[in-house]
């Protein structure tokens, strides 16, 4: 790269002198040809053109002699050009001529960032599915999330010329991913194709606009508009706000040590397997409220004080009433 970029420089450098060398050669020629011929003896009727004549032939006697005297700086100055070229033409190929596939033109470096084969022992973990790889040979057993989490790193799509991934498996594990995908899809194990297997985009999108059909007449049998803001007014209902979402993030990405009670903790993948791959959260986080403990000897004392009140209360205002000439009001029947 260093040397390509001195070859530039140093060619740019030469081209620019060569320029400014023959703009001299056409200045001198067109100021210095007159006064020369006359001092030579030559009689000039149109100086003008004498002038025109010496600007143009200046430039190409010093060209000449640039020629001669400095040509293979003129050539290395070509074939930069040339190598230019080259490169322009060859800009979809790997640099030997040939062709590059579709998928690799639009990368930054024509594919040369893209590595052919990697040999895992235990986990890929790329932290996403990757949308280079194209197939993934498997000749290890694997089970429940260990083969969701391997297969899927395939599944994500390029463009047209990678639209899937291909899973080639040389242990003939077709039991044990029927047996994942039946424990990852919940309840519904019976219909593990429909949840996992996508529908093309024109389904999908009736699918979305149906649910949003039946949200919207959710909305207005609250009467409410279909609208986000309007989401907190329903009654009896939970609704995530801003920093409930804040929250959550936070929480995943420090994932504390210490538990959070009542919403988080950090769980082994012992305990995981303990319940049955179940991924439900009350299996690992109880968000119920311990009962207050109630103190039966003080609240007896405080609902006899209370009691007592009352009776005083009440006795003061019989007499009121007394005066007046109307009926008490009734005591306990303990009086």
Known sequence: MLTRLIVDLYGWIIEISLWFILLLAGVAGFHGVVPILKSS??????????????????????????????GPILVLVDIRKSVRSLEAATRNSDGGGTALPIEYRDLPKKGREKIDLTIVVDMLLTGFDSKYLNTLYVDKNLRHHGLIQAFSRTNRALNATKPYGHVLDFRNQQAAFDEAIALFSGA?????????????????????????????????????????????????????????IARIIKTYQERPEKPIERYARRVEMKEIESQDYNLNISRYVSTAQDEVEIDLKATHTELVSIDGEIRTATAKHNAFL???GLPPLPLSDSD
């Open 188 to 244: 519904r194990a019976d219909a593990a194709r429909e949840i996992w297997l996508v529908d093309k985009a024109p389904k999908v999108i009736e699918k979305l606009k149906a649910q949003v059909r039946l949200l919207n007449d959710f909305m207005k049998s609250q009467g409410l508009e279909a609208r986000p803001k309007a989401v907190p007014n329903l009654k009896r209902q939970n609704y995530m706000t801003d920093d409930h």
């Open 41 to 70: 003896g030559w009689v000039l009727e149109n100086e003008t053109a004498w002038r025109i004549f010496g600007a143009v032939l200046s430039p190409v006697v010093a060209f000449l002699v640039l020629v001669v005297l400095f």
């Open 322 to 324: 007394k005066e007046l």
